[in-house]
């Protein structure tokens, strides 16, 4: 089973800000098979990125996603009062299990 | 529009079963690999299990292998989870999620369901 690690827990920033979160597999993640996801409160998980840096239609270009093998980051170049949310990676290169990491909780400072 | 509508949930009592279902409308529902997806309030997110269009493969979390049983019925457009020998630790929130067509079960999940919480308590 590939583990993911996010990192930090919380990440406080002002709108305006540039947020950068981690995602670190146990093992090399197959094909780059990894995702990232946006929470809000009370709604269910929104698919960001696919492929590691591939963004879903709609999704604002603010959002960018990069890495390969074990390492990957989500990027959001200048935060939106929308942005503030918990975001989960997962990988989906090598099942049974899919997994999730975590998660990081991106908060108003 | 693209919709997964789950159903089922509810309280039952630890060894106890339920059957949970997700309708799926607004796409061709047999192009595509289905998964359960579930989360305590408050907490993260696990996956539960999956299957691919025709049912022909199948995967399972280590923590409800050989309890949980995931089917679908293409004719109706619905995927369900059989949930047997219920446990206190299977209290969720549980989402049906969708990925990209001609995947298996085995990708990122591209549409999501509200969920329907399922409540394991004495």
């Known amino acids: 089973e590939i583990v993911l690690t996010q990192s930090p827990d919380t990440l406080s920033l002002s709108p305006g800000e540039r947020a950068t979160l981690s995602c670190r597999a146990s093992?090399?993640?197959?094909?780059?098979?990894l995702a990232w996801y946006q929470q809000k409160p009370g709604q269910a998980p929104r698919l960001l990125i696919y492929?590691?840096?591939s963004r879903t239609t709609g999704i604002p270009d603010r959002f960018s996603g990069s890495g390969s093998g074990t390492d990957f980051t989500l990027t959001i170049s200048r935060l939106e009062p929308e942005d503030f949310a918990v975001y989960y990676c997962?990988?989906?290169?090598?099942?049974?299990?899919?997994?999730f990491g975590g998660g990081t909780k991106v908060e108003i400072k | 529009e693209v919709q997964l509508v789950e159903s089922g949930g509810g309280v039952v009592r630890p060894g106890g079963s339920l059957r949970l279902s997700c309708a799926a409308s607004?796409?061709?529902?047999?192009?595509?690999?289905m998964s359960w997806v579930r989360q305590v309030p408050g907490k993260g997110l696990e996956w539960v299990s999956g299957?691919?269009?025709?049912?022909?493969?199948?995967g399972y979390a280590d923590s409800v292998k050989g309890r949980f049983t995931i089917s679908r019925d293409n004719a109706k457009n619905s995927l369900y989870l059989q949930m047997n020998s219920l446990r206190a630790e299977d209290t969720a929130l549980y989402h049906c999620?969708?990925?990209?067509?001609?995947?298996?079960?085995?990708?990122?999940?591209?549409?999501w369901g509200q969920g329907t919480m399922v409540t394991v308590s004495s």
């Open positions: 492929g590691a840096s």
């Open positions: 999620a969708r990925g990209e067509p001609d995947s298996g079960y085995d990708d990122a999940f591209h549409v």
């Open positions: 093992q090399s993640v197959s094909g780059s098979s």
């Open positions: 299957i691919n269009w025709n049912g022909g493969n199948t």
């Open positions: 997962q990988q989906y290169g090598s099942s049974p299990p899919l997994t």
């Open positions: 607004g796409f061709t529902f047999d192009d595509f690999g």
